[in-house]
C-alpha cells in the first residue's frame, strides 16, 4: 500500500522539530518536512477524532468512510444541473404549504431572526396577502401564525434573507444525472429587494411582476427545452466569474441562450421587459448558480460515513453545516461579520453578520473556492491576482477532488477544488473561505459591502463528533 | 584562523523560529562555523561577544535592530553567508508572500506530505505530546512507521498504536524514543556510526548510543538500531515493539547478530522477549541492566552486563570469535594513571561524584559502583532527569548546568573524583568538550588552592564521524587534565579504583572486585 | 477622511490606550512591523497592536475580526499612520479603523490560591511541552528560577535585569519570561509583582526592542494579555481538567513567546506553592 520495507531504507516525513529533518537529509535519505502545526487550531481531542475518521483500508469505519467520500464526490462530478422551468414555488417545492415561509440558513425562530430576514418575512407575508399592513403582519409572525423551515430542508436555496411564499416563483433546476431537483427564487437586482430586507411597495410591485411576468415568460422560453447550467458556469469561470458573488458573465450567456427563445415565446413588449432586467442585473444567475449547485449537493448528501459538507449556510444568527453522513443534522456556530470592502458611506458598524444560502456555491466548489477565476473579487479585501489563486490553492487543501468541468485558466485549467472534506477541514485549520456580500443590520436598507467570510471550524469539529458517535468510534479522547 | 562579520537590518522585526531557521541555514554554508542573528540588545550583544563575535556589531546597532553574524574561515566565505542571510531575510518578508513566491505551499499534513512523497515509510514525530498520538495514528493509517520522538503521551495511546501497528506490520519506535538508526540514516539524537552486521533493539536511549559507539570502536558496525521507547517493556505495553524489531531483525539479512538493550523489564515481558530468541537462527546479546544473566543463557542468548559488554561480545559474534569470556578492563597505562592521581588527593577526599547527561549510562555507573564501593556515599547524578530539566534545557544541548555542579563537587573537600559522560551526536552540543574543559580547569584550580586534588573522570560516547568528532572531544578533555576512558563502564571502574585509592578503609581492593565480576559472568 | 480601502470595525479597544488615543488626537505613527495576523504601530512614542481577535486582548491592543489578514492587505513596515480618538488610518496599507467599540481591560487582578496549588502547577508543566527558548533550551535564565525559589528579592530583580533584550525575536525570550513572571506574581496578588515589573519597565528602555519594552510598561501598571488572564483564572480557579487546554492555548502564542511567558507564569506560581508548604 505505502513506500519500501523500513529496513530497505528510510525515505521519512519529518512532522515537528525542523532539525530532524537535516541529519536524514544529509544521509542521502529523501525527507519531506511538514511545516506542522496543531490540528484544529489546537483543540487536540478534534484533531485526534480526526486523525481516527481517517481512510485506513485495513479498518471497517476507514474503508467505510473512504467509499462513502469516493460516492459523494463521484456524484457531485457527475450531477448535471438543468434549467427546467420557472413554476410559482407553492407549486414546485413539496411541503410549501399553507402559511409557511422558508428562510436561509439552518432553522430559526421569528424572535431570533436578524432585522433582513425580519424584513423580508413581513414584505413575504405582505406579498401573499396573509396580511395588509406591515404591523398586521408583524404580529402574525409574533403570533406564531406563521411556520417557518429552512429553504435547505425543502431542496431549495434563498440569497440573503432568502424567504420564499408560496407565490413567488421559482426556478427548477434537475440534475439530469441522478434526477432530484433543487429550486430558488428570481434574483431581484440590488437596492431596495425583499433578500435584504425591504417591503416597501416598489419590492412588493418587483415580486409582483416577477409573478405575474418574468416567472411565466421565463417558462414559456424554456417549453422549448432545458438549459444546461453546468455549460454556462464553466464557460464564465474562464469569463471573470467565479459563481458567487461576480455573475456578470454567467448572466450574459444566459441572457445570450433565452433571448433567442424569449422572443418567439411571449409577446415582444413583455420579451423587451425580461431581457431589459436581465441586463440591469448582473446578478440573475447567482440563483440559478446556486439552484445548480444545490442539486448536485442534494445528490451527494445522505451517503452513511461520508465526511463530505453538503451545505454551508447562515441565517444572520448562525452559521450552520451538514455532512453527508449525518443527515438532517446542522452544526452550528455563531456567525460574524464578514471582512470586506464598504460602499461609500457604510462601515463595520451598518454590517449585518453574514447571511444566506449563497454559500451552497463553495459547499459545490465554485465562488471563493473558484477564486483563481475572479481576482476582481480579491480587491475586496485588498488583495492580488496572487491571493486570489492563493485562496484557490488553499481550498485544495480540505477537498477531495478537482472537478474537471469547471477548469481555472488561471492554474492551467485545473479544476475547482470540489467535495470538502470535514477531516481535512479539522485536521488543516483551514476554514472555508465564502464570498459574499454584506447587507445592512437594518430591514430594507440593502446591500453596504462585499467580502471574504470564514466558516467556523467549530462547526466541522461538532460534524465529526457526531459522525464518530454514528460510526461508533471513540470520540471524547 | 577565523574572522567574524556581520551586518545590521535597521528596524527589521522577526520571529524567533524564523530568526534560528535562517542561522541554521547559514552554519550549512561551506567555511561557516558560527552564525547567529538577533535583536542588537545589550543582552544579545553580550551573548555575541562571549562567542568572540562582537565585531560583527562593530557598527553599533539599537536594540530594534536586527544583527547578523557569522565567524566564517574567510572574509570571503563570511561574505557569501551574510549576502545568503539578507536574501533569506528579503524572502520571508510575509508568509502570504512567501507562499506566493514557492507557488506552493510546504506541506502541513501527513497526507499532505504523503501526497508530496509517495512512497515514504516513515513519520518521525516530535509535536508536543498532546497532538503526537494523533500524528502517529495518520501515519500508521497511511502505512508508515512511526519514530515517536515526542514524549507525554498517555500509556493506553501508546498501547493502542502499538497494537495497530502489529495488525499492519509496521514499527511504532517511541513514544519517548530518542534514537535510532535505520540503514545508516541517523534519526533524531544518534551518532553517525560505521554501517556492519550488528542489529540493536533498544528501550534506552543512551544504552542505544553507547553499544553503537563502543561497537563502532571495536571495529564493527551496525546494521540498524531500532530504538522501542522507554516504557516499551513496560507489563501494559508488554515488549510489541522489542518483539516487533526482534523479528525484523531476525529477517533482515544484512543482520547476522542481535543486541537486545534494556533496563530490567517485568518478568512476564522478559519472559515473551527471552522466548522470542529461544531456537533464533541468529546470535542473540541480552543486555538487560541489572538483570540476571541466567535466563537469558538459559534462552541460548549471550548476557551482558554492561553496554561495553554487549557492544565486545556482539562484535566478536559478528566476527565469527568466540565471544570473550571477561569483561574488558581498564588497560595498564590508565590503571598506572589512577595511581598517579590518586597519589594527589588529600585525606578526606573519598567519594565520587557522578554528573550525567545521559540516564541509562548514569544507571550503569551507579551499579558499577555499588558493586566496587561498599559503603561509600558516592552519588551519581542523572542531569537530565525531570527534576533537572524543569526551567532548564537538557544537558546534552546545554552543558551550563553541569558547569554549575562541577564547581559545587570541587569545592566539595569529600569529592575525590568527578565522573562524567560526554554524549556526542546528531543533535547534541556542538562542542560539548570545550564547553566543558574551562569549568574543569577551574575546578582543579579550587581543588588545588583548597589543598586537594581533583580527580575528573570521563567517557565519550561517540565516533570520530560525528558532527563533534570524538578525538577533537578527548583532546580537548585530555588537555583539560581528565583522565578518559574507552566507555562508560570503564570510567566508572577508574574512578572506583582512585577513590577507593584515596580512601583504603573504605575500600575493596578494585582487582578483586573485577576477578569476582569476571567469575560470575 | 476619504473612504478609500477598507474600514475594520475594531471588536475591541484595550481600556489602557483609551486616554492615550483621547490625548493622540491628530497624532502621526509609523507601522513597526506586519505579522499574519497582526500589525504594531508606534503612535506618538506609544505601541498599539492591532491584531486578531482570535489571539485575545492585548494591553496595548485594538482586536479586529478574527479574518484580518495584514500581509494581504498590503500593510508594510515603514507606513505611515494617522491616529485620532476615533480612527486609525494606515492609508498606504488602505487599512483604516473605526477604534468605536466595546472596551476590554487588561488589568489583572489577584485571585485567591487555591489549596492545591502544588499539583495544579504540575498539570501545567506537563502540558507545557517544548518550545521554549529558556525552559526548553539553548538559553539560560540566568539565575532567576533558583532566585525565584529562595525568594531572595534582589536577586531575583537582578537576574531578571539580566534577561531583558536576551533571545531573539520580536519580544525577546527572556523578556517574555519576565512579563509572565509578575504576571503570575500578580495573579496570586503577591505584592512585588508592581515593584519587580516598575524595575524591569525602567530597565528595559534601549535595552531591548520597542514592542518587548510596551509589554514590560504594561506589566508595571498591572496590566496583561488576555491570554494570560485566561491561564491565571484556569490555573487558580477552574477545574484542574481544564488546565492542559488553557496552556495549550497560551503557548501557541507566537513562535515560542507563549512558551516563554508561560514558563515565567509558572515559575512565579511556584513561589505560591512554597508559601503553602510553609504555611502547612
Not at chain 1, 84 to 93: F, K, N, W, Y
Not at chain 1, 161 to 168: H, I, K, T, W, Y
Not at chain 1, 208 to 217: E, H, M, Q
Not at chain 2, 16 to 27: D, H
Given at each position: 500500500?505505502?513506500?519500501?520495507?523500513?529496513?530497505d531504507?528510510?525515505?521519512?516525513?519529518?512532522?515537528?522539530?525542523?532539525?530532524?529533518?537535516?541529519?536524514?537529509?544529509?544521509?542521502?535519505?529523501?525527507?519531506?518536512?511538514?511545516?506542522?502545526?496543531?490540528?484544529?487550531?489546537?483543540?487536540?481531542?478534534?484533531?485526534?477524532l480526526?486523525?481516527?475518521?481517517?481512510?485506513?483500508?485495513?479498518?471497517?469505519?476507514?474503508?467505510?468512510i473512504?467509499?462513502?467520500?469516493?460516492?459523494?464526490?463521484?456524484?457531485i462530478?457527475?450531477?448535471?444541473?438543468?434549467l427546467?422551468?420557472?413554476?410559482?414555488?407553492?407549486?414546485?417545492?413539496a411541503?410549501?404549504?399553507?402559511?409557511?415561509?422558508?428562510?436561509?440558513?439552518?432553522?430559526?425562530?421569528?424572535?431570533?431572526?436578524?432585522g433582513?430576514?425580519?424584513?423580508?418575512?413581513?414584505?413575504?407575508?405582505?406579498?401573499?396577502?396573509?396580511?395588509?399592513?406591515?404591523?398586521?403582519?408583524?404580529?402574525?409572525?409574533?403570533t406564531?401564525?406563521?411556520?417557518?423551515?429552512?429553504?435547505?430542508?425543502?431542496?431549495?436555496?434563498?440569497?440573503m434573507?432568502?424567504?420564499?411564499?408560496?407565490?413567488?416563483p421559482?426556478?427548477?433546476v434537475?440534475?439530469?444525472?441522478?434526477?432530484?431537483r433543487?429550486?430558488?427564487?428570481?434574483?431581484?437586482?440590488?437596492?431596495?429587494?425583499?433578500?435584504?430586507?425591504?417591503?416597501?411597495?416598489?419590492?412588493?410591485?418587483?415580486l409582483?411582476?416577477?409573478?405575474?411576468?418574468?416567472?411565466?415568460?421565463l417558462?414559456?422560453?424554456?417549453?422549448?427545452?432545458?438549459?444546461?447550467?453546468?455549460?454556462i458556469?464553466?464557460?464564465?469561470?474562464?469569463?471573470?466569474?467565479?459563481?458567487?458573488?461576480?455573475?456578470?458573465?454567467?448572466?450574459?450567456?444566459?441572457?445570450?441562450?433565452?433571448?433567442?427563445?424569449?422572443?418567439?415565446?411571449?409577446?415582444?413588449?413583455?420579451?423587451?421587459?425580461?431581457?431589459?432586467?436581465?441586463?440591469?442585473?448582473?446578478?440573475?444567475?447567482?440563483?440559478?448558480?446556486?439552484?445548480?449547485?444545490?442539486?448536485?449537493?442534494?445528490?451527494?448528501?445522505?451517503i452513511?460515513?461520508?465526511?463530505?459538507?453538503?451545505?454551508?449556510?447562515?441565517?444572520?444568527?448562525?452559521?450552520?453545516?451538514?455532512?453527508?453522513?449525518?443527515?438532517?443534522?446542522?452544526?452550528?456556530?455563531?456567525?460574524?461579520?464578514?471582512?470586506?470592502?464598504?460602499?461609500?458611506?457604510y462601515?463595520?458598524?451598518?454590517?449585518?453578520?453574514?447571511?444566506?444560502?449563497?454559500?451552497?456555491?463553495?459547499?459545490?466548489?465554485?465562488?471563493g473556492?473558484?477564486?483563481?477565476?475572479?481576482?476582481?473579487?480579491?480587491?475586496?479585501?485588498?488583495?492580488?491576482?496572487a491571493?486570489?489563486?492563493?485562496?484557490?490553492?488553499?481550498?485544495?487543501?480540505?477537498?477531495?477532488a478537482?472537478?474537471?468541468?469547471?477548469?481555472?485558466?488561471?492554474?492551467?485549467?485545473?479544476?475547482?477544488?470540489?467535495?470538502?472534506?470535514?477531516?481535512?477541514?479539522?485536521?488543516?485549520?483551514?476554514?472555508?473561505v465564502?464570498?459574499?456580500?454584506?447587507?445592512?443590520?437594518?430591514?430594507?436598507?440593502?446591500?453596504?459591502?462585499?467580502g471574504?467570510?470564514?466558516?467556523?471550524?467549530?462547526?466541522?469539529?461538532?460534524?465529526?463528533?457526531?459522525?464518530?458517535?454514528?460510526?461508533?468510534?471513540?470520540?471524547?479522547? | 584562523?577565523?574572522?567574524?562579520?556581520?551586518?545590521?537590518?535597521?528596524?527589521?522585526?522577526?520571529d524567533?523560529?524564523?530568526?534560528?531557521?535562517?542561522?541554521?541555514?547559514?552554519?550549512k554554508?561551506?567555511?561557516?562555523?558560527?552564525?547567529?542573528?538577533?535583536?542588537?540588545?545589550?543582552?544579545?550583544?553580550?551573548?555575541?561577544?562571549?562567542?568572540?563575535m562582537?565585531?560583527?556589531?562593530?557598527?553599533?546597532?539599537?536594540?530594534?535592530?536586527?544583527?547578523?553574524?557569522?565567524?566564517?574561515?574567510?572574509?570571503?566565505?563570511?561574505?557569501?553567508?551574510?549576502?545568503?542571510?539578507?536574501?533569506?531575510?528579503?524572502?520571508?518578508?510575509?508568509?502570504?508572500?512567501?507562499?506566493?513566491?514557492?507557488?506552493?505551499?510546504?506541506?502541513?499534513?501527513?497526507?499532505?506530505?504523503?501526497?508530496?512523497?509517495?512512497?515514504?515509510?516513515?513519520?518521525?514525530?516530535?509535536?508536543?505530546?498532546?497532538?503526537?498520538?494523533?500524528?502517529?495514528?495518520?501515519?500508521?493509517?497511511?502505512?508508515?512507521?512511526?519514530?515517536?520522538?515526542?514524549?507525554?503521551?498517555?500509556?493506553?495511546?501508546?498501547?493502542?498504536?502499538?497494537?495497530?501497528?502489529?495488525?499492519?506490520?509496521?514499527?511504532?519506535?517511541?513514544?519517548?524514543?530518542?534514537?535510532?538508526?535505520?540503514?545508516?540514516?541517523?534519526?533524531?539524537?544518534?551518532?553517525?556510526?560505521?554501517?556492519?552486521?550488528?542489529g540493536?533493539?533498544?528501550?534506552?536511549?543512551?544504552?542505544?548510543?553507547?553499544?553503537?559507539?563502543?561497537?563502532?570502536?571495536?571495529?564493527?558496525?551496525?546494521?540498524?538500531?531500532?530504538?522501542?521507547?522507554?516504557?516499551?517493556?513496560?507489563?501494559?505495553?508488554?515488549?510489541?515493539?522489542?518483539?516487533?524489531?526482534?523479528?525484523?531483525?531476525?529477517?533482515?539479512?544484512?543482520?547476522?547478530?542481535?543486541?537486545?538493550?534494556?533496563?530490567?523489564?517485568?518478568?512476564?515481558?522478559?519472559?515473551?522477549?527471552?522466548?522470542?530468541?529461544?531456537?533464533?537462527?541468529?546470535?542473540?546479546?541480552?543486555?538487560?541492566?541489572g538483570?540476571?544473566?541466567?535466563e537469558?543463557r538459559?534462552?541460548?542468548?549471550?548476557?551482558?552486563?554492561?553496554?561495553?559488554?554487549?557492544?565486545?561480545?556482539?562484535?566478536?559474534?559478528?566476527?565469527?570469535?568466540?565471544?570473550?569470556?571477561?569483561?574488558v578492563?581498564?588497560?595498564?597505562?590508565?590503571?598506572?594513571?589512577?595511581?598517579?592521581?590518586?597519589?594527589?588527593?588529600?585525606?578526606?577526599?573519598?567519594?565520587?561524584?557522578?554528573?550525567?547527561?545521559?540516564?541509562?549510562?548514569?544507571?550503569?555507573?551507579?551499579?558499577?559502583?555499588?558493586?566496587?564501593?561498599?559503603?561509600?556515599?558516592?552519588?551519581?547524578?542523572?542531569?537530565?532527569?525531570?527534576?533537572?530539566?524543569?526551567?532548564?534545557?537538557h544537558?546534552?544541548?546545554?552543558?551550563?548546568?553541569?558547569?554549575?555542579?562541577?564547581?559545587e563537587?570541587?569545592?566539595?573537600?569529600?569529592?575525590?573524583?568527578?565522573?562524567?559522560?560526554?554524549?556526542?551526536?546528531?543533535?547534541?552540543?556542538?562542542?560539548?568538550?570545550?564547553?566543558?574543559?574551562?569549568?574543569?580547569?577551574?575546578?582543579?584550580?579550587?581543588?588545588?588552592?583548597?589543598?586537594?586534588?581533583?580527580a575528573?573522570?570521563?567517557s565519550?560516547?561517540?565516533t570520530?564521524?560525528?558532527?563533534?568528532?570524538?578525538?577533537?572531544?578527548?583532546?580537548?578533555?585530555?588537555?583539560?587534565g581528565?583522565?578518559?576512558?574507552?566507555?562508560?563502564?570503564?570510567?566508572?571502574?577508574?574512578?572506583?579504583?582512585?577513590?577507593?585509592?584515596?580512601?583504603?578503609t573504605?575500600?575493596?581492593?578494585?582487582?578483586?572486585?573485577?576477578?569476582?565480576?569476571?567469575?560470575?559472568r | 477622511?476619504?473612504?478609500?480601502?477598507?474600514?475594520?470595525?475594531?471588536?475591541?479597544?484595550?481600556?489602557?490606550?483609551?486616554?492615550?488615543?483621547?490625548?493622540?488626537?491628530?497624532?502621526?505613527?509609523?507601522?513597526?512591523?506586519?505579522?499574519?495576523?497582526?500589525?504594531?504601530?508606534?503612535?506618538?512614542?506609544?505601541?498599539?497592536?492591532?491584531?486578531?481577535?482570535?489571539?485575545?486582548?492585548l494591553?496595548?491592543?485594538?482586536?479586529l475580526?478574527?479574518?484580518?489578514?495584514?500581509?494581504?492587505?498590503g500593510?508594510?513596515?515603514?507606513?505611515?499612520?494617522?491616529?485620532?480618538?476615533?480612527?486609525?488610518?494606515?492609508?498606504?496599507?488602505?487599512?483604516?479603523v473605526?477604534?468605536?467599540?466595546?472596551?476590554?481591560?487588561?488589568?489583572l487582578?489577584?485571585?485567591?490560591?487555591?489549596a492545591?496549588?502544588?499539583?495544579?502547577?504540575?498539570v501545567?508543566?506537563?502540558?507545557?511541552?517544548?518550545?521554549?527558548?529558556?525552559?526548553?533550551?539553548?538559553?539560560?535564565?540566568?539565575?532567576?528560577?533558583?532566585?525565584?525559589?529562595?525568594?531572595?528579592?534582589?536577586?531575583i530583580?537582578?537576574?531578571?535585569?539580566?534577561?531583558?533584550?536576551?533571545?531573539?525575536?520580536?519580544?525577546?525570550?527572556?523578556?517574555d519570561?519576565?512579563?509572565?513572571?509578575?504576571?503570575?506574581l500578580?495573579?496570586?496578588?503577591?505584592?512585588?509583582?508592581?515593584?519587580?515589573?516598575?524595575?524591569?519597565?525602567?530597565?528595559?528602555?534601549?535595552?531591548?526592542?520597542?514592542?518587548?519594552?510596551?509589554?514590560?510598561r504594561?506589566?508595571?501598571?498591572g496590566?496583561?494579555?488576555?491570554r494570560?488572564?485566561?491561564?491565571?483564572?484556569?490555573?487558580?480557579?477552574?477545574?484542574?481538567?481544564?488546565?492542559?487546554?488553557?496552556?495549550?492555548?497560551?503557548?501557541?502564542?507566537?513562535?515560542t513567546?507563549?512558551?516563554?511567558?508561560?514558563?515565567?507564569?509558572?515559575?512565579?506560581?511556584?513561589t505560591?506553592t512554597?508559601?503553602?508548604?510553609?504555611?502547612?
Open positions: 500500500m505505502s513506500g519500501p520495507a523500513l529496513l531504507g528510510v525515505r521519512a516525513i519529518n512532522v515537528g522539530l525542523a532539525g530532524f529533518a537535516e541529519p536524514i537529509r544529509d544521509h542521502g535519505a529523501p525527507v519531506v518536512a511538514l511545516d506542522w502545526r496543531p490540528p484544529a487550531e489546537g483543540d487536540a481531542a478534534a484533531g485526534l480526526a486523525a481516527r475518521l481517517e481512510d485506513d483500508p485495513d479498518d471497517p469505519v476507514g474503508s467505510a473512504s467509499a462513502a467520500n469516493r460516492a459523494a464526490v463521484d456524484r462530478l457527475a450531477a448535471a444541473p438543468t427546467l422551468d420557472v413554476r410559482p414555488a407553492g407549486e414546485a417545492i411541503g410549501l404549504e399553507g402559511r409557511m415561509l422558508l428562510h436561509s440558513g439552518p432553522p430559526i425562530e421569528w424572535p431570533r431572526m436578524c433582513p430576514v425580519q424584513g423580508a418575512v413581513i414584505g413575504a407575508i405582505l406579498f401573499e396577502g396573509w396580511a395588509s399592513t406591515p404591523d398586521e403582519a408583524r404580529r402574525l409572525a409574533d406564531g401564525k406563521v411556520r417557518f423551515e429552512p429553504c435547505h430542508h425543502h431542496g431549495a436555496v434563498g440569497p434573507a432568502g424567504v420564499v411564499s408560496p407565490s413567488m421559482v426556478v427548477v434537475e440534475n439530469a444525472d441522478r434526477g432530484n433543487a429550486f430558488a427564487t428570481l434574483n431581484e437586482g440590488l437596492g431596495k429587494v425583499l433578500r435584504f430586507g425591504a417591503y416597501d411597495e416598489s419590492v412588493l410591485d418587483r409582483r411582476w416577477f409573478a405575474a411576468t418574468l416567472g411565466p415568460a417558462s414559456a422560453a424554456l417549453t422549448s427545452g432545458p438549459i444546461d447550467l453546468k455549460a458556469t464553466a464557460q464564465a469561470l474562464q469569463m471573470g466569474d467565479e459563481g458567487h458573488n461576480r455573475n456578470v458573465a454567467a448572466t450574459s450567456l444566459f441572457a445570450r441562450t433565452i433571448a433567442p427563445r424569449l422572443v418567439t415565446a411571449v409577446e415582444a413588449s413583455t420579451a423587451e421587459a425580461v431581457l431589459e432586467f436581465l441586463r440591469g442585473n448582473d446578478h440573475f444567475f447567482l440563483n440559478l448558480s446556486m439552484a445548480a449547485c444545490k442539486s448536485a449537493m442534494d445528490a451527494a448528501h445522505g452513511d460515513g461520508s465526511t463530505v459538507v453538503t451545505a454551508m449556510s447562515r441565517n444572520g444568527v448562525d452559521f450552520g453545516i451538514r455532512l453527508s453522513g449525518t443527515g438532517d443534522a446542522w452544526f452550528a456556530a455563531p456567525v460574524g461579520v464578514p471582512d470586506g470592502l464598504y460602499f461609500p458611506g462601515g463595520p458598524d451598518d454590517a449585518n453578520p453574514d447571511l444566506g444560502d449563497s454559500a451552497i456555491t463553495e459547499t459545490a466548489g465554485i465562488g473556492f473558484a477564486m483563481a477565476a475572479a481576482p476582481a473579487i480579491v480587491r475586496f479585501v485588498g488583495g492580488t491576482p491571493d486570489a489563486i492563493g485562496f484557490t490553492r488553499l481550498m485544495e487543501r480540505i477537498t477531495l478537482r472537478n474537471p468541468g469547471y477548469g481555472l485558466p488561471s492554474l492551467g485549467f485545473a479544476g475547482t477544488p470540489t467535495g470538502i472534506d470535514a477531516r481535512r477541514v479539522v485536521d488543516t485549520g483551514i476554514a472555508p465564502i464570498n459574499t456580500g454584506i447587507a445592512h443590520r437594518e430591514a430594507g436598507v440593502g446591500q453596504i459591502g462585499a471574504i467570510a470564514r466558516a467556523p471550524l467549530s462547526c466541522f469539529a461538532a460534524a465529526l463528533r457526531e459522525l464518530g458517535r454514528r460510526l461508533d468510534v471513540e470520540v471524547a479522547a | 584562523m577565523s574572522v567574524v562579520r556581520g551586518s545590521v537590518v535597521k528596524n527589521s522585526y522577526r524567533s523560529v524564523e530568526l534560528m531557521a535562517i542561522a541554521a541555514e547559514l552554519e554554508l561551506p567555511g561557516i562555523s558560527r552564525a547567529g542573528l538577533v535583536m542588537a540588545t545589550p543582552a544579545n550583544l553580550a551573548v555575541l561577544a562571549a562567542a568572540g562582537s565585531e560583527a556589531a562593530a557598527a553599533g546597532p539599537g536594540p530594534n535592530d536586527l544583527v547578523v553574524a557569522v565567524t566564517a574561515g574567510t572574509g570571503k566565505e563570511a561574505a557569501a553567508a551574510l549576502e545568503r542571510a539578507s536574501a533569506l531575510l528579503a524572502a520571508n518578508v510575509g508568509p502570504a508572500e512567501d507562499e506566493a513566491a514557492t507557488g506552493k505551499p510546504a506541506a502541513q499534513t501527513i497526507g499532505e506530505g504523503v501526497a508530496a512523497l509517495p512512497d515514504a515509510n516513515l513519520a518521525l514525530v516530535s509535536t508536543p505530546g498532546t497532538y503526537a498520538a494523533a500524528e502517529a495514528l495518520k501515519a500508521l493509517k497511511r502505512g508508515l512507521n512511526v519514530f515517536l520522538f515526542s514524549d507525554n503521551v498517555p500509556i493506553e495511546d501508546e498501547v493502542a498504536l502499538k497494537t495497530l501497528a502489529g495488525r499492519k506490520g509496521l514499527l511504532v519506535m517511541g513514544p519517548d524514543c530518542g534514537t535510532a538508526i535505520v540503514g545508516g540514516v541517523p534519526l533524531g539524537f544518534a551518532n553517525a556510526v560505521r554501517r556492519g552486521p550488528i540493536l533493539a533498544a528501550a534506552s536511549g543512551t544504552g542505544l548510543q553507547q553499544v553503537s559507539c563502543l561497537i563502532d570502536r571495536f571495529g564493527s558496525g551496525v546494521s540498524h538500531a531500532l530504538g522501542t521507547g522507554g516504557r516499551d517493556l513496560d507489563e501494559r505495553v508488554g515488549g510489541r515493539t522489542m518483539l516487533a524489531a526482534i523479528r525484523l531483525l531476525l529477517d533482515d539479512p544484512g543482520t547476522r547478530v542481535l543486541v537486545l538493550i534494556s533496563k530490567p523489564p517485568s518478568r512476564t515481558v522478559a519472559r515473551a522477549i527471552l522466548d522470542a530468541v529461544r531456537g533464533a537462527s541468529k546470535p542473540v546479546v541480552v543486555n538487560f541492566l538483570g540476571d544473566p541466567a537469558a538459559a534462552a541460548g542468548a549471550h548476557p551482558a552486563r554492561t553496554f561495553e559488554a554487549a557492544a565486545a561480545i556482539a562484535t566478536a559474534l559478528a566476527f565469527a570469535e568466540p565471544p570473550p569470556t571477561q569483561e578492563g581498564p588497560d595498564a597505562t590508565l590503571l598506572t594513571a589512577t595511581d598517579r592521581i590518586a597519589e594527589r588527593l588529600a585525606p578526606g577526599q573519598s567519594t565520587v561524584r557522578g554528573l550525567f547527561s545521559g540516564g541509562s549510562l548514569a544507571g550503569e555507573a551507579k551499579l558499577l559502583l555499588k558493586d566496587l564501593r561498599h559503603g561509600a556515599h558516592d552519588a551519581v547524578i542523572d542531569l537530565g532527569d525531570d527534576e533537572y530539566t524543569v526551567g532548564r534545557p544537558p546534552m544541548i546545554d552543558p551550563r548546568l553541569r558547569v554549575e555542579k562541577i564547581l563537587a570541587a569545592a566539595d573537600p569529600e569529592v575525590a573524583v568527578v565522573l562524567l559522560d560526554v554524549v556526542l551526536g546528531y543533535g547534541s552540543h556542538v562542542d560539548p568538550g570545550g564547553a566543558l574543559a574551562p569549568a574543569i580547569r577551574e575546578a582543579e584550580a579550587v581543588a588545588r588552592k583548597a589543598g586537594r586534588g581533583l575528573v573522570v570521563a565519550v560516547c561517540g570520530a564521524t560525528d558532527p563533534q568528532d570524538l578525538l577533537r572531544q578527548e583532546a580537548t578533555l585530555a588537555d583539560a581528565v583522565l578518559l576512558a574507552p566507555s562508560n563502564a570503564q570510567a566508572a571502574i577508574l574512578a572506583a579504583r582512585i577513590a577507593n585509592r584515596a580512601s583504603p573504605t575500600a575493596t581492593p578494585v582487582a578483586a572486585a573485577a576477578g569476582a565480576r569476571g567469575a560470575r | 477622511m476619504e473612504n478609500r480601502g477598507v474600514l475594520r470595525r475594531a471588536v475591541t479597544v484595550s481600556t489602557a490606550l483609551r486616554p492615550f488615543l483621547g490625548s493622540a488626537a491628530g497624532a502621526d505613527g509609523v507601522v513597526l512591523s506586519v505579522y499574519r495576523s497582526a500589525v504594531n504601530l508606534l503612535v506618538a512614542g506609544e505601541l498599539v497592536t492591532l491584531a486578531s481577535a482570535r489571539g485575545g486582548g494591553p496595548n491592543g485594538v482586536l475580526a478574527d479574518s484580518f489578514e495584514p500581509v494581504a492587505l500593510v508594510r513596515s515603514g507606513m505611515a499612520v494617522a491616529a485620532s480618538a476615533r480612527r486609525l488610518d494606515i492609508p498606504g496599507g488602505l487599512l483604516h473605526d477604534l468605536v467599540a466595546p472596551q476590554w481591560d487588561p488589568l487582578r489577584p485571585s485567591h490560591v487555591p492545591d496549588i502544588g499539583g495544579r502547577v504540575a501545567a508543566r506537563g502540558a507545557l511541552a517544548g518550545g521554549t527558548l529558556i525552559a526548553g533550551g539553548r538559553l539560560t535564565d540566568g539565575g532567576l528560577a533558583p532566585a525565584a525559589r529562595k525568594r531572595r528579592d534582589s536577586a530583580e537582578l537576574a531578571g535585569t539580566g534577561l531583558i533584550g536576551l533571545g531573539p525575536g520580536l519580544t525577546p525570550s527572556g523578556d519570561v519576565l512579563v509572565g513572571f509578575t504576571a503570575g500578580s495573579a496570586i496578588g503577591d505584592p512585588r509583582a508592581r515593584r519587580l515589573a516598575r524595575a524591569w519597565a525602567g530597565a528595559a528602555t534601549g535595552r531591548t526592542t520597542d514592542v518587548a519594552v510596551a509589554f514590560h504594561a506589566a508595571a501598571r496590566f496583561y494579555a488576555e494570560l488572564h485566561v491561564v491565571a483564572r484556569a490555573l487558580l480557579a477552574g477545574p484542574v481538567e481544564a488546565i492542559p487546554e488553557a496552556i495549550r492555548l497560551a503557548a501557541a502564542w507566537g513562535a513567546s507563549g512558551s516563554d511567558t508561560l514558563a515565567g507564569f509558572l515559575l512565579a506560581l511556584d505560591a512554597q508559601r503553602r508548604a510553609v504555611a502547612a
